[in-house]
């Protein structure tokens, strides 16, 4: 059992070219015994976003707070408090801060993806 | 890719002995393409409750919104908006809705466990 309030876990910090205004942290990993997959949470300042990339895993997002546009495949589309979206492996994709607040959202991956 | 409002799903309600007050949805699950695990929302109305109940899958929860109580293995913790709760397998388990709005919580399962 492991019970955390996001803001108490590590931070890493991730702003350069590629992930600008992200801050990252491992929610429930694999050191806390979870062998399936991984929660992760994500805080993007206004005007941040996350790199533009693609992988073999695919992801779960939960859109806790704030205002988002996500480009996917070429599409942009936006997301809200209590969106959920599945990104398949090799989508391309990318999250961007759209609102004046703090973006947060929720992140789960498969075990054996990077944690962070 | 999928991208969908948690309301947007498809509603399970459970209001019984068990359950109380409680509507469960599959957010992202194995018709979309989700191979390694499952998110499901639920929202449990003031006065509702999940089952204490164990079983052999793990859970990973985070709190969207509104406040739990949430009983695990004879302790009783506090959780609110932005807590992640790790629940091992076969651990006794239960969430509670110590609040006056409805709570609303994401839970996630490895595939292969019922979806809901």
């Not at 704030?66 to 959920?84: F, K, R």
């Not at 990104?87 to 991956?109: S, Y």
Request: net charge negative; hydrophobic share 40%; charged share 20%.
């Amino acid at each position: 059992m492991k019970l955390i309030h996001y803001t108490c876990a590590a931070a890493k910090v991730f702003d350069d070219e590629q992930a600008r205004g992200v801050t990252g942290r491992v929610l429930i990993g694999k050191l806390d015994g979870a062998s399936h997959f991984c929660m992760r949470s994500f805080e993007i300042k206004p005007g941040g976003h996350t790199p533009r990339h693609a992988h073999a895993w695919e992801y779960e997002i939960f859109f806790h707070s704030g205002e988002a546009q996500v480009y996917i495949n070429g599409e942009l589309l936006s997301a809200g408090p209590g969106t959920a979206l599945y990104v398949a492996p090799d989508e391309e994709h990318q999250i961007r801060n759209a609102g004046k607040e703090t973006l947060i959202v929720v992140c789960l991956i498969p075990a054996g993806a990077p944690e962070l």
